[in-house]
């Protein structure tokens, strides 16, 4: 059995390749989760090359990687979700229809698990390039069941607002600041789902 990377009360964190680390779980026993796979734009990173001066791309970053590994983890969400609960699902800003794939792949999970709605992280500041540059990026809020519906704010927006991180030498090329994780968390924040 796979060990948690970090563990405390009602929060284990496991770091490896989540098709394998699902295989282990058992059946309804997540409230949620949130997971930043590659977006499918075969991207080329700003990581060095270990073969030289060109850049690495992203692994698992093609297209049709993207839509084979949304069909490989849905079902397993599916098993591993209790009744209430939901999905953040990080997704890409742009560029390709990598969008539409995603959304297409989650309708065919209706009713099980559903798209509820699409969150936009504005960056704060335009990417690189020309003409209309990329400042966001999407998150999917699946949901299963109800969902986790707990929070007390009524008004919040599904716009939010946080600054990107810039990668240095050797880390890793698409970083989730730790206030958006927080932004995403906090209305979710339970003793134990759905406030019981």
């Known amino acids: 059995m796979i060990k948690p990377y970090y563990s405390e009360p009602n929060i284990q ?3 490896g390749d989540c098709l394998e680390v699902m295989k282990e779980l058992p059946d309804k026993s997540i409230d949620l989760i949130v997971t930043d796979p590659p977006y499918g734009l075969n991207y080329r990173s700003n990581w060095g090359s270990k073969t030289g001066n060109l850049k690495d791309y992203i692994e698992n970053d093609k ?3 993207f839509i084979s590994l949304i069909q490989k983890v849905m079902p397993e969400f599916k098993r591993l979700l209790k009744t209430d609960s939901e999905v953040y699902w990080f997704c890409g800003g742009g560029g390709q229809p990598v969008l539409a794939y995603a959304w297409l792949e989650f309708v065919k999970h209706k ?8 969150l936009v992280w504005d960056k704060q500041f335009v990417g690189l390039g020309w003409d209309w540059r990329f400042q966001y ?3 999917f809020q699946l949901v299963k069941g109800k969902g986790i519906n707990i929070s007390k704010n009524r008004n919040r927006s599904n716009i939010l607002k946080c600054n990107n ?4 030498a050797k880390e890793h090329p698409t970083v989730k600041p730790v206030a958006l994780i927080n932004e995403l968390l906090k209305e979710k924040s339970w003793g134990g789902g759905n406030g019981s």
């Open 13 to 15: 964190i496991y770091n």
């Open 165 to 168: 991180l810039i990668p240095q």
């Open 63 to 65: 297209p049709e990687e």
């Open 111 to 118: 009713p099980d698990l559903r798209v509820k709605n699409l």
């Open 137 to 139: 990026e999407t998150i």
